[in-house]
């Protein structure tokens, strides 16, 4: 049974920093893609970055890209999303999810477990 669950959340100002851990539990990970997705109040849940976990291999959405970094501790089986130079916007719950297929999605519906999600709040 897959088990996923994220750390790290909370309240930062904006342009501050914070650093987001997934603990990944119940499979060998190598072969699936991890990802970070987030969904603010009132809106549908949308593609934060993404990484092949055999191949280290990204992808960001436009909007996190040059700000946020998604990288896997293979050891430790976590991974991570560093964000800097947070804004307002990024405000959301924040969720890891993985998907069995080799090839990165943006897609929610490709991901095939969730974890139970982080709160980031960024205050202006």
């Known amino acids: 049974q897959v088990q996923l669950v994220e750390s790290g959340g909370g309240l930062v100002q904006a342009g501050g920093s914070l650093r987001l851990s997934c603990a990944a539990s119940?499979?060998?990970?190598?072969?699936?893609?991890m990802g970070w997705f987030r969904q603010a109040p009132g809106k549908e849940r949308e593609f934060v970055a993404a990484?092949?976990?055999?191949?280290?291999?990204?992808h960001y959405a436009n909007s996190v890209k040059g700000r946020f970094t998604i990288s896997r501790d293979n050891a430790k089986n976590t991974l991570y999303l560093q964000m800097n130079s947070l804004k307002p916007e990024d405000t959301a719950v924040y969720y890891c999810?993985?998907?069995?297929?080799?090839?990165?999605?943006?897609?929610?519906?490709?991901?095939?477990?969730w974890g139970q999600g982080t709160q980031v709040t960024v205050s202006s």
């Open positions: 990484i092949n976990w055999g191949s280290g291999i990204t």
């Open positions: 999810a993985a998907d069995r297929t080799y090839y990165i999605s943006t897609m929610t519906s490709d991901y095939d477990y």
């Open positions: 119940g499979r060998t990970f190598s072969s699936y893609v």
